[in-house]
């Protein structure tokens, strides 16, 4: 069995089972459950996805499964649907979507950091239907996406060699329903992720700073909040890392 991954800073740490107040934590029952004292910027995650809080951190558990058809569930899955984006080199990978056991904790109440702090492969936050947000790089030595990104499906995400299924981008199932400025997810440091445009326009790069994102008044957040935008251009979700403190991610 693949032994439990989790990102602390990018090291490989041990699973704490202990609630930050020093009791128990007590998660929802049943998948896709949002226990009563999420605050209501977190209450915006579909159906599957189960939200709760452990004092003042949040945690996300999902399968990580897309809740959109893909060329990369077996052909015989009733979700299958060969590929038919616009990217004329796509090479699909060898690998399948498989549910995973995702577990993001992720501070409820950001805290800004003097300097970004490096994201590691693997999840680096996560997106409205449970799928985790990926780097800008390609394991295992940090290498450029140039020939990874052929292989992204029409919704601009495919799975790794376990079967975790990933936007490094764009996840463009959830901006083709919510809209292409609308809230996408978060990353670890807790600090929000929305689409690639604002006011009507797109981002632009020279508009962001070197995490790629910046601050000021949102729908969700209207007293103002440091948040990422996705880019179709590299570093497409994030820069020169973390913005904030970040939490972990398990799978």
Known sequence: MRALALIVLGSIAACDTVSTDGSTPSPPTGPGTVSSDVPEQFRVFTEGVTVWMDGDVLVVESTGVPDHD??????????YE???GGNA???LNPN????QDHVFRIPAEPAALDTPSPTPLGPIGVSLNGVPFYNQYAGPDNQPLTREIDSFDQYNGHPQQHGGYHYHAEPYSLTDRFGSDALL????DGYPVYGPEEIGARVRESDLDMAHGHEHATEEYPEGVYHYHVTDVDPY??????HGQPGTASW
């Open 82 to 84: 060969a590929y038919n």
């Open 237 to 242: 979700i994030n820069g020169a890392g973390f």
């Open 89 to 91: 080199s796509i090479h």
């Open 185 to 188: 997810g978060f990353l670890l």
């Open 96 to 99: 399948r979507i498989a549910a």
């Open 70 to 79: 893909s060329p990369y569930f077996d052909t015989s899955d009733s979700r």
